[in-house]
C-alpha cells in the first residue's frame, strides 16, 4: 500500500457540496479525491490492515456520503458530519465481523509494506511500521482519536464531535493512547526524539 | 508547594489545546514535579511516535468499483422511475467548466497565500537596535518570526525572540537565524551564522539550535552560541546544562564550560574555561587534529593529562569515550587520582565503558564540575538526573 505523498487536495466548498446534493456526479468525484485517501487510512488502521475490508467500507462509506449528503444541512462542518459517519461504519463493520471472525482474527499489517515506494528511508519506515503495528493493539476507543488526531489531522474539539463525547474525554483517551505507545515503542526513542 | 498535577493534561498540552495561562501552569508545574515531568516525556515520546503514522493512499481501484456500484445504482432507480440519485452534466459545460476553473485556480491560490502567510507558528521578536530584517522586510519595534523564516541582523542590530512561553533568545549583530519548528513538545531554531544568546526555562529537551556542525540540546540553561563562516561553532554555558550532538558524537556541557564543533567532525571535548591555556591548546589539537602557532605539541593527550585539575575530570571523562587502548588508560588512571572512582567502580569495567559504572562515577564527579553549590545545585540535579536520562553520553560506546 502506497503511503500518500504531499500534494494538493481538490478545495471542497459549499458550491461543490450543493452540486453534490443535485446529483452532480463531477461535484461527487470532487468530494471523493478530496477525502478517499483520509477515509481510506482510518478503515485500514482500523481493520488492522486489511485492505480489502478497508476498501470495501469506503465504498459503502461513499455511497452512503451520497445518498445522505441531502441531510447535511451546514450545522457542523462537513469533515465533521463525515468523519462521524465515517467512524460509524468503521465500527458497525467491526461488530459484523467479530460475529463471524474467531476474536483477534486480522490481516498482520506487516502484509502491507511490499507496495510502498523503494525511496522512502528505510529507518523511517522502520519507525512507521512499528507505530501501524502497535495502533492496531490499541482498543478502538483509544485508537480512534489517534487516528482523527494525527491521519485527518482533527482538533480536540472537532474529534469530541465526530466521537459525541467531551473534549475532556478525548484528552484522557489520547493520553492513554499516547502512553500505551511510548511504552510498546521505548526502544525506538532515538529514532523519533 | 506544587500546584495540582497536570497528567491529565499533557497530551492537551502537547497538541497546544490548552489556554495560555493553563499552559504556563502546567509549564511551570513540569519543571519542579518529577512525577508529571515523567509522564510527560512518556507523552512526549507517544506524540512523535504517532506523528510518524502515515496517510495511505486509498488504491486506483476504489473510484471505478465505486462508480459500477453507482451506475447499477443507477440503473436501478431509472427502472423503479426513482429519482433519488439524479446526476446533471449541465453545469459542466465548456464555457462553464472554464470560468468554474478559474475560480477553483483562485481560490487554490488564495487558499496557499493565506495558510502560508497567515496560519504558520510563530515567535515574537522585539528590535533591540537597528534594523534587523525578517524575510525580505526591515522589522518595526515588533515582529513576527514565522516558521521558514529567517531573521538576520546586519553589523548595528540586534534582535530579541521570545521562544513561546519557555523563554528569550537575543541575537547579535551580523547573525542569521531561521525558525524551523514551534510546537509544545519542540522547539528548534537554525543559527547559520553569527552569535546568539538563550536563556530557556522550561523542561530539558524543549529548545534545540541547529548548527552547520552540530545540535545543541537545551537542559535547563543559558549560553551563548557562536558560528563563524567556516561552519565552526563555540559554546559557552552560563548556567544549566547544553547537550551538543552530530550523529553518534556528544558532549555535555555544564554551566563554567565551553566547546567547540566543527563541519564534519561534531562537537569537540568539553572543557571549563578556566583550565590553563595550554590544557586548551592540545585539547583542540586532540579534537581537531590542530592548533595556532604552538609547534610543540607532540603528545597532545599527555599535556591535557599532565595539565588537568579535578574539575578537568569533566573532560577527561568524556575522553574515556573518545581514545582507546593505553591512551585510555593513561585517562583513567590520571581521573582515578584526581578523583577516585566509587567502591563499585573498577578500572576494567571502566576501560571496557562499562556504562553503569561510568555514570556512577559520573554522579560522584559532577559534584566538582558544578560551581554552584547548595540549593542551586539541587536545583540542577532537578533539571538534569531526575530527568535523567539526559540522553548524553549514555549508553554510547
Same mark, same amino acid.
Given at each position: 500500500?502506497?503511503?500518500?505523498?504531499?500534494?494538493?487536495?481538490?478545495?471542497?466548498?459549499?458550491?461543490?457540496?450543493?452540486?453534490?446534493?443535485?446529483?452532480?456526479?463531477?461535484?461527487?468525484?470532487?468530494?471523493?479525491?478530496?477525502?478517499?485517501?483520509?477515509?481510506?487510512?482510518?478503515?485500514?488502521?482500523?481493520?488492522?490492515?486489511?485492505?480489502?475490508?478497508?476498501?470495501?467500507?469506503?465504498?459503502?462509506?461513499?455511497?452512503?456520503?451520497?445518498?445522505?449528503?441531502?441531510?447535511?444541512?451546514?450545522?457542523?462542518?462537513?469533515?465533521?458530519?463525515?468523519?462521524?459517519?465515517?467512524?460509524?461504519?468503521?465500527?458497525?463493520?467491526?461488530?459484523?465481523?467479530?460475529?463471524?471472525?474467531?476474536?483477534?482474527?486480522?490481516?498482520?499489517?506487516?502484509?502491507?509494506?511490499?507496495?510502498?515506494?523503494?525511496?522512502?528511508?528505510?529507518?523511517?519506515?522502520?519507525?512507521?511500521?512499528?507505530?501501524?503495528?502497535?495502533?492496531?493493539?490499541?482498543?478502538?476507543?483509544?485508537?480512534?482519536?489517534?487516528?482523527?488526531?494525527?491521519?485527518?489531522?482533527?482538533?480536540?474539539?472537532?474529534?469530541?464531535?465526530?466521537?459525541?463525547?467531551?473534549?475532556?474525554?478525548?484528552?484522557?483517551?489520547?493520553?492513554?493512547?499516547?502512553?500505551?505507545?511510548?511504552?510498546?515503542?521505548?526502544?525506538?526513542?532515538?529514532?523519533?526524539? | 508547594?506544587?500546584?495540582?498535577?497536570?497528567?491529565?493534561?499533557?497530551?492537551?498540552?502537547?497538541?497546544?489545546?490548552?489556554?495560555?495561562?493553563?499552559?504556563?501552569?502546567?509549564?511551570?508545574?513540569?519543571?519542579?514535579?518529577?512525577?508529571?515531568?515523567?509522564?510527560?516525556?512518556?507523552?512526549?515520546?507517544?506524540?512523535?511516535?504517532?506523528?510518524?503514522?502515515?496517510?495511505? =493512499?486509498? $488504491?486506483?481501484?476504489?473510484?471505478? !468499483?465505486?462508480? #459500477?456500484?453507482? *451506475? @447499477? &445504482?443507477?440503473?436501478?432507480?431509472?427502472?423503479?422511475?426513482?429519482?433519488?440519485?439524479?446526476?446533471?452534466?449541465?453545469?459542466?459545460?465548456?464555457?462553464?467548466?472554464?470560468?468554474?476553473?478559474?475560480?477553483?485556480?483562485?481560490?487554490?491560490?488564495?487558499?496557499?497565500?493565506?495558510?502560508?502567510?497567515?496560519?504558520?507558528?510563530?515567535?515574537?521578536?522585539?528590535?533591540?537596535?537597528?534594523?534587523?530584517?525578517?524575510?525580505?522586510?526591515?522589522?518595526?519595534?515588533?515582529?513576527?518570526?514565522?516558521?521558514?523564516?529567517?531573521?538576520?541582523?546586519?553589523?548595528?542590530?540586534?534582535?530579541?525572540?521570545?521562544?513561546?512561553?519557555?523563554?528569550?533568545?537575543?541575537?547579535?549583530?551580523?547573525?542569521?537565524?531561521?525558525?524551523?519548528?514551534?510546537?509544545?513538545?519542540?522547539?528548534?531554531?537554525?543559527?547559520?551564522?553569527?552569535?546568539?544568546?538563550?536563556?530557556?526555562? =522550561?523542561? $530539558?529537551?524543549?529548545?534545540?539550535? !541547529?548548527?552547520? #556542525?552540530?545540535? *545543541? @540540546? &537545551?537542559?535547563?540553561?543559558?549560553?551563548?552560541?557562536?558560528?563563524?563562516?567556516?561552519?565552526?561553532?563555540?559554546?559557552?554555558?552560563?548556567?544549566?546544562?547544553?547537550?551538543?550532538?552530530?550523529?553518534?558524537?556528544?558532549?555535555?556541557?555544564?554551566?563554567?564550560?565551553?566547546?567547540?564543533?566543527?563541519?564534519?567532525?561534531?562537537?569537540?571535548?568539553?572543557?571549563?574555561?578556566?583550565?590553563?591555556?595550554?590544557?586548551?591548546?592540545?585539547?583542540?589539537?586532540?579534537?581537531?587534529?590542530?592548533?595556532?602557532?604552538?609547534?610543540?605539541?607532540?603528545?597532545?593527550?599527555?599535556?591535557?593529562?599532565?595539565?588537568?585539575?579535578?574539575?578537568?575530570?569533566?573532560?577527561?571523562?568524556?575522553?574515556?569515550?573518545?581514545?582507546?587502548?593505553?591512551?585510555?588508560?593513561?585517562?583513567?588512571?590520571?581521573?582515578?587520582?584526581?578523583?577516585?572512582?566509587?567502591?563499585?567502580?573498577?578500572?576494567?569495567?571502566?576501560?571496557?565503558?562499562? !556504562?553503569?559504572?561510568?555514570?556512577?562515577?559520573?554522579?560522584?564527579?559532577?559534584?566538582?564540575?558544578?560551581?554552584?553549590?547548595?540549593?542551586?545545585?539541587?536545583?540542577?540535579?532537578?533539571?538534569?538526573?531526575?530527568?535523567?536520562?539526559?540522553?548524553?553520553?549514555?549508553?554510547?560506546?
Amino acid at each position: 500500500m502506497e503511503q500518500r505523498a504531499a500534494m494538493a487536495e481538490p478545495i471542497i466548498d459549499d458550491r461543490v457540496i450543493e452540486a453534490c446534493r443535485d446529483g452532480d456526479r463531477e461535484a461527487f468525484r470532487l468530494l471523493f479525491e478530496a477525502y478517499k485517501d483520509k477515509v481510506f487510512s482510518i478503515a485500514v488502521y482500523s481493520f488492522g490492515g486489511d485492505e480489502a475490508a478497508a476498501s470495501d467500507v469506503s465504498q459503502q462509506i461513499f455511497l452512503k456520503l451520497m445518498t445522505a449528503i441531502g441531510q447535511f444541512r451546514g450545522d457542523s462542518a462537513f469533515t465533521t458530519w463525515l468523519y462521524r459517519m465515517v467512524v460509524n461504519a468503521c465500527i458497525d463493520e467491526q461488530r459484523k465481523r467479530r460475529r463471524f471472525l474467531p476474536f483477534g482474527e486480522s490481516v498482520p499489517m506487516s502484509k502491507i509494506e511490499d507496495r510502498r515506494p523503494q525511496e522512502k528511508r528505510y529507518a523511517r519506515l522502520e519507525v512507521a511500521d512499528s507505530v501501524q503495528a502497535a495502533i492496531k493493539e490499541l482498543t478502538p476507543k483509544l485508537r480512534m482519536p489517534i487516528l482523527l488526531k494525527y491521519v485527518e489531522g482533527l482538533s480536540y474539539e472537532e474529534i469530541a464531535t465526530v466521537m459525541g463525547c467531551s473534549k475532556g474525554t478525548v484528552a484522557s483517551r489520547l493520553n492513554r493512547g499516547h502512553r500505551s505507545l511510548a511504552r510498546k515503542l521505548g526502544h525506538l526513542r532515538n529514532e523519533v526524539v | 508547594m506544587f500546584s495540582k498535577h497536570v497528567t491529565k493534561n499533557l497530551s492537551a498540552y502537547c497538541h497546544g489545546e490548552v489556554a495560555a495561562e493553563e499552559s504556563r501552569r502546567i509549564a511551570e508545574h513540569l519543571i519542579a514535579c518529577n512525577r508529571c515531568r515523567g509522564q510527560f516525556e512518556e507523552i512526549k515520546l507517544g506524540v512523535k511516535l504517532a506523528e510518524r503514522l502515515p496517510q495511505l =493512499a486509498a $488504491p486506483d481501484s476504489l473510484w471505478l !468499483d465505486l462508480e #459500477s456500484r453507482l *451506475a @447499477a &445504482d443507477s440503473n436501478q432507480s431509472r427502472v423503479e422511475s426513482s429519482k433519488q440519485l439524479r446526476f446533471s452534466f449541465k453545469l459542466w459545460q465548456p464555457g462553464f467548466a472554464g470560468v468554474a476553473a478559474g475560480l477553483l485556480l483562485s481560490a487554490v491560490l488564495g487558499a496557499w497565500l493565506f495558510y502560508s502567510r497567515e496560519s504558520r507558528p510563530f515567535w515574537e521578536v522585539a528590535r533591540l537596535n537597528g534594523s534587523p530584517r525578517i524575510g525580505s522586510s526591515r522589522m518595526d519595534e515588533k515582529g513576527r518570526l514565522a516558521v521558514g523564516e529567517w531573521l538576520e541582523t546586519d553589523g548595528s542590530s540586534r534582535a530579541k525572540i521570545e521562544v513561546g512561553s519557555i523563554g528569550h533568545v537575543e541575537i547579535d549583530p551580523n547573525t542569521r537565524v531561521r525558525l524551523m519548528e514551534t510546537k509544545p513538545t519542540e522547539h528548534r531554531l537554525e543559527l547559520a551564522r553569527g552569535k546568539m544568546s538563550a536563556r530557556i526555562w =522550561a523542561p $530539558p529537551r524543549l529548545f534545540f539550535v !541547529d548548527t552547520p #556542525s552540530a545540535v *545543541a @540540546a &537545551d537542559l535547563g540553561c543559558a549560553y551563548t552560541l557562536e558560528v563563524d563562516d567556516s561552519g565552526a561553532s563555540l559554546l559557552h554555558v552560563t548556567s544549566g546544562w547544553v547537550e551538543l550532538q552530530l550523529k553518534d558524537r556528544e558532549s555535555m556541557v555544564p554551566a563554567g564550560a565551553a566547546c567547540a564543533t566543527k563541519p564534519g567532525i561534531g562537537p569537540g571535548t568539553p572543557y571549563f574555561e578556566d583550565a590553563s591555556e595550554k590544557f586548551r591548546q592540545a585539547l583542540s589539537k586532540l579534537d581537531f587534529g590542530y592548533v595556532v602557532d604552538v609547534p610543540d605539541l607532540q603528545r597532545p593527550l599527555e599535556v591535557v593529562i599532565a595539565e588537568s585539575r579535578s574539575r578537568d575530570t569533566l573532560t577527561l571523562w568524556h575522553l574515556l569515550y573518545r581514545v582507546e587502548g593505553k591512551d585510555r588508560e593513561l585517562v583513567f588512571d590520571r581521573m582515578a587520582t584526581l578523583s577516585p572512582p566509587p567502591k563499585d567502580v573498577t578500572r576494567e569495567g571502566v576501560l571496557q565503558l562499562d !556504562d553503569k559504572m561510568l555514570h556512577l562515577w559520573k554522579g560522584y564527579l559532577e559534584n566538582s564540575w558544578s560551581n554552584q553549590s547548595g540549593l542551586k545545585k539541587t536545583w540542577i540535579k532537578i533539571w538534569t538526573g531526575a530527568l535523567g536520562k539526559v540522553q548524553g553520553l549514555e549508553g554510547k560506546k
